[in-house]
């Protein structure tokens, strides 16, 4: 197995188990979202070796230093007790759950490998900042310059929403 | 190329699939939003996995985009989370049902 094989298999588990103790830790919503740094931090170093060097550096800038920390902030802010798992639901919720990862494990052993294609040797500079940039500034520029706009959006409304009062 | 596809895209399968069970049996607004986060970076692997599968730097616009949502979402999310407790002195979804019949 060569070694990017190997990174990619040990951090996809430690994204897989960081993300279920995320999910299975009802005590302590810090470390719960520690967890998710975790899984963030793991999810990047997959996208480099599947080739995703600009998603990686902003997976790293955006995930785990910008919105876990905003997490972290409110989490701290509130001073939460623990919360529990919903009682009345639990049966309906496993129910659920064993039948749609039975379905899921059926479809993803029988169907999904079919129709999947075969991956191609792709160039040396794929996915580098500069074919990214390329792309993202002459195909895509519209798009990005509405995400600024959305941007802007969603700041106003932060603000608005968690002003104390407005006058 | 040692990697195959199929192995992305289980895990990020497995991503979503565990971002969505605690997205429906959490009751903490907060790690509600957090499992959300956790099924948009499902969805995000995938979209390198792909990108990468058929050699078009696309996939990677998209999950730019992604991100962008991401970080809008959060900061509204939030807000609206401090708003809450500042009226509900709590952040379990049970104590929200203003728009339930």
Known sequence: ?167 | MAIPLEHVIGLSALLFAIGTVGALTRRNLIVILMSIELMLNGANLAFVGFARAWNSVDGHIFVLMVIVVAAAEVAVGLGIVIALFRNRESVNVEDVSLLRW
């Open chain 1, 1 to 167: 197995m060569s070694a990017p094989a190997v990174f990619f298999y040990a951090f996809g588990a430690a994204a897989v188990i960081s993300a279920l103790a995320m999910v299975l830790n009802v005590r302590n919503t810090v470390a719960a979202a520690m967890s998710l740094v975790v899984t963030m931090i793991s999810l990047a170093v997959v996208y480099v070796v599947l080739d995703a060097h600009l998603v990686a550096a902003l997976q790293i800038m955006v995930y785990a230093g910008a919105i876990v920390v905003v997490f972290l902030f409110v989490v701290m802010l509130l001073n939460l007790r623990h919360d529990a798992f919903a009682q009345r639901r639990e049966r309906l919720v496993k129910g659920a759950g064993v039948v749609l990862a039975l379905g899921a494990a059926f479809a993803f052993l029988n169907l999904v490998p079919k129709s999947l294609p075969t991956v191609q040797q792709i160039p040396a500079d794929f996915g580098s900042y500069a074919a990214v940039g390329r792309a993202l500034y002459r195909d895509f520029v519209l798009p990005f310059e509405i995400s600024s706009l959305l941007l802007l959006a969603a700041i106003v409304g932060a603000v608005v929403l968690a002003k104390r009062r407005l006058s």
